[in-house]
């Protein structure tokens, strides 16, 4: 039974630092000098457009394979992530890319995925994702497997964290996860898990063949007040477009209840400039 709900529809709205969900061993704001041999690593595959728009078998560790990893990825979590499992990218094994015409174009996949819960498995995945061709922006469409995946089910340790915080007296409030030096108390990895999965709605629906989407950080985290029987939080998260290397700060409001899963209720474009209307990726 599916139990996520995404309460919006995503052609209706509009409005990542490395290929792992965990956090970075440090949070680099756009105003710090980034370390030269880590600028040349991100974009060593990244170019040329040649490249980029490839098809046939590809390079499996260059920049469309795993773009297009990356948006799996975000289907993933959204589907089956929750406060105790996230799953972050491991290796792209195979892919392949395809024209389908006035379709858009469809990449084919074998990667493998770390669940960053607390099992810390390693899972097989094949998906076909497809970057629509329209002329409004239109979220890629994910055809997903992965070999022994466990359904959505709550566990005692889920069980635990909601009995404790959904007490009004309880309410978390926090800043900066990860902090400047990439750590996380254990008691906010939680909330960044949670924000992460919830951050997929965001990047799965602002995915292009021109973006490659990681949430880089939790600026804010409240938890709000609500009579349903959910955890109600509002996070102000930092995606990371390794593609353009911008800061892209998005506010969203979210729930979560171990038999609910989490929902995504509102989500808001921050610009940065007070002109700007409509976020990067809308037409």
């Not at 607390?118 to 497997?145: K, Y």
């Not at 009995?163 to 990895?189: C, E, F, T, W």
């Not at 939790?218 to 102000?236: C, D, I």
Request: net charge negative; charged share 20%; proline share 8%.
């Amino acid at each position: 039974m599916e139990m996520f709900f995404l309460l919006f529809s995503l052609a209706e709205l509009s409005p990542a630092l490395s290929v792992s969900q965990e956090p970075p061993p440090a949070f680099r704001r756009p105003t710090d000098p980034a370390p030269q041999n880590q600028q040349t690593q991100v974009f060593r595959s990244v170019t040329p457009r040649s490249v980029e728009m490839a098809t046939g078998d590809l390079e499996p560790t260059h920049y469309p394979a795993r773009r297009a990893a990356q948006v799996a990825l975000h289907y993933l979590n959204i589907h089956h992530g929750s406060p105790f499992r996230v799953f972050g990218l491991q290796q792209v094994h195979k892919a392949r890319a395809e024209d389908v015409g006035t379709g858009g174009r469809k990449y084919s996949l074998d990667f493998s995925v770390t669940d960053h819960g607390s099992s810390g498995s390693v899972l097989q995945c094949s998906a076909d994702v497809l970057f629509p061709r329209t002329e409004r922006h239109s979220p890629p469409e994910v055809q997903l497997h992965c070999e022994d995946l466990q359904q959505f089910s709550s566990s005692p340790e889920e069980q635990a964290f909601y009995q404790k915080h959904i007490h009004p007296d309880s309410a978390v409030s926090a800043l900066d996860i990860p902090d400047s030096y990439g750590n996380i108390s254990q008691d906010m990895k939680p909330f960044w898990h949670l924000a992460r999965v919830a951050a997929s709605v965001i990047m799965l629906r602002e995915s292009s063949e021109s973006t490659e989407f990681n949430m880089a950080q939790v600026a804010s985290v409240s938890q709000q007040e609500t009579s349903e029987k959910q955890l109600r939080l509002k996070y102000h998260v930092l995606l990371h477009d390794i593609v353009s290397q911008e800061i892209i700060h998005w506010k969203l409001l979210s729930s979560w209840s171990p038999d609910g899963g989490v929902r995504v209720l509102q989500t808001e474009w921050q610009p940065k400039c007070p002109h700007a209307t409509k976020p990067p990726t809308a037409n």
